[in-house]
Nanobody
Framework: VQLQACGGGLVQAGGYLRLSCAAS????????VGWFRQAPGKEREFVAT????????YYADSVKGRFTISRDNAKNMVYLQMNSLKPEDTAVYYC????????????????WGQGTLVTVSS
């Protein structure tokens, strides 16, 4: 499956953005999707993941209560709604897919989108 993330941009602290991840290719496979982010000079970190059915979600503590991951399998889309954004949320955001169960480990994912930049100004 090929992934393409979009929706990033510049927003003030306290604002919101919705990232989208479009899947193409072998989308008939059942695949969990994760969102990860990488800030300048930092390691890539887990943000959120959602199961194939959408019934199971898991979030990093740093975004819990502010971000919501969802998916529309009919459209082959996964979304990340980001509210109450903080300057520390500034990063390149990536969506990734894998076969099997959801995971918070980046190494478990073998299909990655190209990333979209989110910049939160103070």
């Amino acid at each position: 499956v090929q992934l393409q993330a979009c929706g990033g941009g510049l927003v003030q602290a306290g604002g919101y953005l919705r990232l989208s991840c479009a899947a193409s290719g072998r989308t008939n496979n059942r695949y969990p999707v994760g969102w990860f982010r990488q800030a300048p000079g930092k390691e890539r970190e887990f943000v959120a993941t959602i199961s194939w059915t959408g019934y199971s979600t898991y979030y990093a503590d740093s975004v819990k209560g502010r971000f919501t991951i969802s998916r529309d399998n009919a459209k082959n889309m996964v979304y990340l709604q980001m509210n109450s954004l903080k300057p520390e949320d500034t990063a390149v955001y990536y969506c990734a897919a894998r076969l099997g169960s959801s995971s918070y480990r980046a190494d478990d994912y073998d299909n990655w989108g190209q990333g979209t930049l989110v910049t939160v100004s103070s």
